[in-house]
């Protein structure tokens, strides 16, 4: 076990203590989500959490579940009370850029479904402005695929189509994914709300004003960042 | 031939005089559009027009753009010069419902990305307010249904899931469609601005701002509806 790993684990469990018994979680994706499932699983068979159901964000998420032991339920109509995941930037208003493993449009569904969304990961994911070093990805349908790539282009980003292994990715949904790169005078909240209006467009990595506190493993261990939002009713 | 089907056909006619020679078309869905499709197929038989191509909105409309002849092309990136389409309700505006036939985000990626964009249909679809007859179609994921069905009825409508013979209805996509019965004080823009932000959405059936003149063929002739606002660039 690494020291990150330490560090990872040290993370989930903060984020858990968010959980009540007899409540439903939505379970993100990603390695230190990863640790949120194993963690959750093991308090269940403890005893410390009773009567707790899941949410899963992906296929990999569900097998994770599973074997975790942890009950599993489709998003009830209500929401879910808390909402735990990972993601690959987060700026100092907990403001987040996710989705490089594909999930982003379930991720999404269940962050914004929950009363309080909780963020997790390792300390390198901590930037000083969003697109930094990620591109924000963006589900689009296949249908049109030129066309809404020019449309990104004009908001002033570079999209590039997603492939693994030289294959066009798909997502759970059977969509594609443009990365888009860009520039220093990039303005999350602009981009989101232009992004959101364009037909062909299934979603985006773009978290803006969803979570209210990071975990953030690193190095000189756990560091906490709270959102001064209130949390959702 | 009846002599709604003579009307539909003018409107046909009417839509197809903002057609040119060398350009690529937008091909709609329903009935009306149906008329297009067969009269663009003989302009272009009978060399009233040379080297149109056609960017199908469905797999039915593919279908009869390949019967009438017209050669097909995907979406350009630089977008289509004219596309025709049908709708469901328009109003005095040419503000539109569209998607009872569920291809309605194909079309609205083919309409928006349109310098001119016609709307065809017979003169039934008229309306005094938008929403008067029809539900609006929201097409979502079927991850989160529940919850997306929760998240619109918040916004005053009654979404019902559509099915067909009693099997829920999936769009070309492989999405579903939740038909949003709305009330008298129904608010097209906000309610679109809203449904726009909400994650799970892929897109709905509101067409509001876009087209440029609709052609509407009734029982004493075709009547057309022609927009304030100048054609885009």
Same mark, same amino acid.
């Given at each position: 076990?690494?020291? @990150?790993?330490?560090? +990872?684990? *040290?993370?989930?469990?903060?984020?858990?203590?968010?959980?009540?018994?007899?409540?439903?979680?939505? =379970?993100?994706?990603?390695?230190?989500?990863?640790?949120?499932?194993?963690? =959750?699983?093991? $308090?269940?068979?403890?005893?410390?959490?009773?009567?707790?159901?899941?949410? /899963?964000?992906?296929?990999? %998420?569900?097998?994770?579940?599973?074997?975790?032991?942890?009950?599993?339920?489709? @998003?009830?109509?209500?929401?879910?009370?808390?909402?735990?995941?990972?993601?690959?930037?987060? *700026?100092?208003?907990?403001?987040?850029? +996710?989705?490089?493993?594909?999930?982003?449009?379930?991720? +999404?569904?269940?962050?914004?479904?929950?009363?309080?969304?909780?963020?997790?990961?390792?300390?390198?994911?901590?930037? $000083?402005? =969003?697109?930094?070093?990620? /591109?924000?990805?963006?589900?689009?349908?296949?249908?049109?695929?030129?066309?809404?790539?020019?449309? @990104?282009?004009?908001?002033?980003?570079?999209?590039?189509?997603?492939?693994?292994?030289?294959?066009?990715?798909? %997502? *759970?949904?059977?969509?594609?994914?443009?990365?888009?790169?860009?520039?220093?005078?990039?303005?999350?909240?602009?981009?989101?709300?232009?992004?959101?209006?364009?037909?062909?467009?299934?979603?985006?990595?773009?978290?803006?004003?969803?979570?209210?506190?990071?975990? =953030?493993?690193?190095?000189?261990?756990?560091?906490?960042?709270?959102?001064?939002?209130?949390? $959702?009713?």
């Amino acid at each position: 076990v690494s020291e @990150l790993d330490e560090f +990872k684990a *040290d993370a989930a469990r903060a984020a858990l203590e968010h959980v009540r018994s007899g409540t439903v979680v939505g =379970l993100g994706s990603g390695s230190t989500a990863a640790f949120v499932i194993t963690e =959750l699983g093991r $308090r269940l068979r403890d005893g410390e959490l009773r009567d707790v159901r899941g949410v /899963p964000t992906s296929s990999g %998420t569900e097998r994770l579940a599973v074997a975790a032991g942890i009950p599993l339920v489709a @998003l009830p109509a209500d929401g879910v009370d808390v909402a735990i995941d990972g993601m690959d930037e987060v *700026d100092g208003a907990l403001d987040a850029i +996710k989705g490089l493993g594909g999930a982003l449009t379930r991720e +999404k569904i269940v962050a914004a479904a929950a009363r309080t969304f909780v963020l997790v990961a390792d300390h390198t994911k901590r930037v $000083r402005r =969003l697109g930094e070093r990620c /591109p924000v990805p963006v589900e689009v349908l296949e249908f049109g695929l030129e066309r809404t790539a020019s449309r @990104l282009a004009a908001l002033g980003c570079r999209p590039v189509l997603r492939r693994r292994d030289d294959v066009v990715y798909r %997502t *759970d949904n059977a969509h594609v994914v443009l990365d888009c790169a860009v520039g220093e005078d990039f303005e999350p909240a602009v981009f989101a709300a232009a992004v959101e209006r364009l037909p062909g467009v299934v979603g985006h990595g773009l978290f803006l004003g969803m979570a209210s506190v990071a975990y =953030l493993a690193g190095a000189d261990g756990l560091s906490t960042l709270r959102s001064s939002r209130a949390e $959702r009713p």
